[in-house]
C-alpha cells in the first residue's frame, strides 16, 4: 500500500437543515402555507382577482427565499444587504475619523465598529504569566489570546501528524465541557519579515576580534535575506461569558481575571499537544502591537526595531485603531492598508487530508499580509445530543417526503446519521467557520491579492465570498479579539439561515 493511499482523511461536514416541503425549510414550507390559506380566504372575500393577486405577492416572498446563488444566498438577504447597505450611506456610518481631528473620545484613536466599547486589563495566571483580558461591554463577553509557535508538518511523520491532529479534536472538544466558554478562534498571520530580530541575534554573536571577511559575509546575509523572507505568528483567542452557567450572576472583570488565571496553564498545556509549539499568552502590550499594526501595516517595522533595540513602544488600548477608514461595498481602506475578507460559505466537500489548508496558510507574493481566521462555537454536550437528532429527524423528513429523493439528500442523511453516532459515542460538537482577510498597501494591488485568493481557496476545496457590506465588521472578527459574531447579528441567526 503506498504512502497517498494510507494517509488519514477527515471530512462528514454537516450544515443544520430544517425539515421542509420540496426542500423549502420550514420558513418556506411556513409561507407555502400561509399564502395557500391567504389565497382561498381572499378569493371567499374579494373574488378571483384579489385571490390572484395575493398569490402572486405570497409567490414573489416564496421565490425570495426559495432561490438560492452558489453559496446558499437567497433573494431575500441579498436584498436585505442592499438595503442595510444603502441605510449605512445614508448615514455616513462607513466613514470613520479618529485622533485630534475626529469625532472620538479624548481625542484617541480608538478600534470602530464591533469592538468600539471594549476595554483591555491585565492579569497574571498562576504560572506568573502577564496576559491580556479584553471585555466586550456589548456583550459582556471576555477574552484571552494565546501566542502559539507552530511545529509545522515539514519533516514529521504522518503519526505524529494524526496524533496532533487528534488532540487538536480533543481541546476543541474539551471546551464545550467548559463552563463559561463562548467561542475560540485561531488566527495564522503570514507578513514580511523586516529582518529586525534576525539583525539583532546576529550581532550579538559576532566576537570582538572576528575577522573582517567573516563580519562583511553576516552583514551582507542579514541585508539580503529579509528579502522575499516572511513571518508566520499563530493566536488563539478564547472567549468565555461573564455568567458562568445559564441564568448566573455576571461577574465583574477582576472576578473574571482571578478565575481565568488558574484556568489558563490548563489551556495552554492542552494546546502544546496539538502541535501549537509554545503556547502563551500575550500581554497587553503585545495583543496591543497586534492590533496596531493590522490596522497600519506600515508600522510594523517601527514597532519590529523598537523592540530589536529593547525598548518596545508604549501602546494604549484606546491608541492601537486607525486615524480614519472607509469602508465599501467590497473592500475596507484603513490607515495604510486596504484590505479585502472572504468569507467561508461551503466546506470541503467529501474528505480531505489534514494538509488541505496548507497554501491557503502560507505566504503569498501578492499579498502583503494575510490572515486565515477559523473560528470555533463549541456546542454544550446537553444540547449537543438534541441538535444532531433535530438534524437526523429534519434529514429523514427531507428524503421521505419526495418519491425520488435526490442523491444530495441521501448524502445529507447518511452525513447526518453519522453525525449523531459519533456524538452517541461521546464526540463533541463545534460549529465552525472560516474568514480570509488580504491586505495590501496600494489600491492597484487589490486584483492580484484577490486572483490570489481565488487561486489558494481552489486548492483548499473551500468555497469562499467577499463579504459585501460589512467589510469592516468582517475585518474585525478575524482579528484576534475573540469577536463572536452572532451577538452582533440584527437579524438572529435562526430566522437568517431559514432565509
Known amino acids: 500500500m ?22 423549502l425549510g420550514s420558513l418556506g414550507t411556513a409561507i407555502l402555507f400561509v399564502g395557500a390559506g391567504a389565497t382561498v380566504l381572499s378569493v371567499m372575500a374579494g373574488g378571483l382577482i384579489a385571490g390572484s393577486a ?24 441579498r436584498l436585505s444587504n442592499l438595503l442595510f447597505w444603502a441605510l449605512t450611506k445614508r448615514s455616513g456610518a462607513y466613514i470613520y475619523r479618529s485622533g485630534p481631528l475626529g469625532l472620538a473620545e479624548w481625542g484617541t484613536t480608538q478600534i470602530p465598529g464591533l469592538a468600539a466599547g471594549s476595554k483591555l486589563r491585565e492579569f497574571r495566571d498562576s504560572y506568573d504569566r502577564p496576559f491580556a483580558l479584553l471585555q466586550m461591554t456589548t456583550t459582556s463577553d471576555y477574552t484571552v489570546v494565546i501566542g502559539t509557535e507552530p511545529d509545522g508538518a515539514a519533516l514529521v511523520d504522518r503519526e505524529q501528524i494524526d496524533v496532533w491532529v487528534a ?23 503570514t507578513a514580511p519579515d523586516s529582518g529586525t530580530r534576525l539583525r539583532r541575534q546576529v550581532r550579538a554573536q559576532i566576537a570582538d576580534d572576528a575577522p ?36 448566573g450572576r455576571k461577574r ?13 496553564p490548563g489551556l495552554t498545556r492542552g494546546l502544546g499537544a496539538t502541535g501549537a509549539g509554545a503556547a502563551r499568552p500575550l500581554s497587553a502590550q503585545e495583543l496591543c502591537e497586534v492590533i496596531r499594526t493590522a490596522y497600519d501595516p506600515a508600522a510594523a517595522t517601527a514597532i519590529d526595531e523598537a523592540n530589536s533595540l529593547g525598548e518596545p513602544p508604549e501602546l494604549y488600548w484606546a491608541e ?47 499579498i502583503i499580509r494575510k490572515r486565515v481566521t477559523l473560528l470555533y462555537r463549541p456546542i ?39 453525525t449523531a453516532t459519533e456524538e452517541a459515542g461521546g464526540a463533541g460538537l463545534v460549529n465552525f467557520g472560516l474568514l480570509v482577510t488580504a491586505t495590501v498597501l496600494e489600491p492597484a494591488q487589490r486584483a492580484d491579492a484577490a486572483a490570489a485568493i481565488d487561486n489558494l481557496a ?28 452572532p451577538k452582533h447579528l440584527q437579524i438572529p441567526g435562526a430566522v437568517r439561515d431559514q432565509m
Not at 2 to 23: D, F, H, I, M, T
Open 212 to 247: 573582517d571577511f567573516a563580519r562583511e559575509l553576516l552583514e551582507e546575509i542579514v541585508d539580503r535575506y529579509p528579502e522575499g523572507s516572511a513571518t508566520i505568528k499563530a493566536y488563539v483567542a478564547v472567549t468565555f461569558a461573564a455568567t458562568s452557567r445559564a441564568g
Open 2 to 23: 503506498s504512502a497517498e493511499s494510507s494517509q488519514r482523511s477527515y471530512g462528514n461536514w454537516v450544515s443544520p437543515k430544517s425539515a421542509g416541503l420540496l426542500g
Open 252 to 264: 465583574s472583570a477582576d472576578e473574571v481575571g482571578r478565575e481565568l488565571a488558574s484556568r489558563l
Open 458 to 485: 481552489a486548492t483548499a476545496r473551500l468555497r469562499l465570498r467577499v463579504v459585501h457590506g460589512s467589510q469592516d465588521s468582517a475585518f474585525a472578527a478575524a482579528l484576534p479579539l475573540g469577536i463572536v459574531l
Open 167 to 189: 488532540d487538536w479534536g480533543h481541546w476543541l472538544a474539551s471546551l464545550g465541557e467548559e463552563p463559561g466558554v463562548e467561542a475560540a478562534s485561531v488566527t495564522i498571520e
Open 320 to 366: 492601537v485603531g486607525p486615524t480614519a477608514h472607509e469602508t465599501a461595498w467590497d473592500h475596507y481602506r484603513h490607515d495604510s492598508g486596504l484590505s479585502v475578507t472572504w468569507m467561508m460559505s461551503g466546506a470541503p466537500r467529501g474528505n480531505v487530508p489534514s494538509s488541505v489548508l496548507s497554501r491557503l496558510l502560507a505566504p503569498h507574493r501578492d
Open 54 to 77: 395575493t398569490a402572486v405577492v405570497f409567490a414573489l416572498v416564496l421565490l425570495g427565499v426559495a432561490v438560492r446563488d452558489k453559496h446558499g444566498q437567497s433573494l431575500l438577504i
Open 380 to 418: 454544550d454536550p446537553a444540547r449537543a445530543a438534541a441538535i444532531v437528532e433535530a438534524d437526523v429527524r429534519a434529514a429523514s423528513f427531507n428524503l421521505t417526503t419526495s418519491n425520488k429523493p435526490t442523491a444530495r439528500n441521501m448524502g445529507q442523511a447518511r452525513s447526518a446519521i453519522a
